[in-house]
Nanobody, 123 residues
Framework: QVQLVESGGGLVQAGGSLRLSCAPS????????TGWSRQAPGKEREFVTA????????YFADSVKGRFTISRDSDKSTTYLQMDSLAPEDTAVYYC????????????????WGRGTPVTVSS
């Protein structure tokens, strides 16, 4: 079973940047796509971005388009999330997951979530 570990979160000022990583805790794996979602306090988990491993096709929520970039290193089974121009509304716990079917823009289409990494953006 795939186990993912997210890292790279932290406290940053508005306008700053962070780079998150999502790596397997054990052996590497192959998959069709991976994605990031986030959950702010008191809110439901929402889709952020996804990437198809075979061809690098990417999908972004409108709220992060133009500011976030997703990439992957298939050899390391690692997915990255580069977040630029961060805003206070980006504050949330960020999770990565493996695409398990359904719509790319639906957070419930992903599984094997890690424990997440918290991101706090101060104004």
């Amino acid at each position: 079973q795939v186990q993912l570990v997210e890292s790279g979160g932290g406290l940053v000022q508005a306008g700053g940047s962070l780079r998150l990583s999502c790596a397997p805790s054990g052996r590497t794996f192959s998959t069709y796509a991976t994605g990031w979602s986030r959950q702010a306090p008191g809110k439901e988990r929402e889709f952020v971005t996804a990437i198809v491993w075979s061809n690098g096709t990417t999908y972004f929520a409108d709220s992060v388009k133009g500011r976030f970039t997703i990439s992957r290193d298939s050899d390391k089974s690692t997915t990255y999330l580069q977040m630029d121009s961060l805003a206070p509304e980006d504050t949330a716990v960020y999770y990565c997951g493996v695409f398990s079917g359904g719509g790319y823009y639906d957070a419930s289409s992903y599984s094997y979530w890690g424990r997440g990494t918290p991101v706090t953006v101060s104004s």
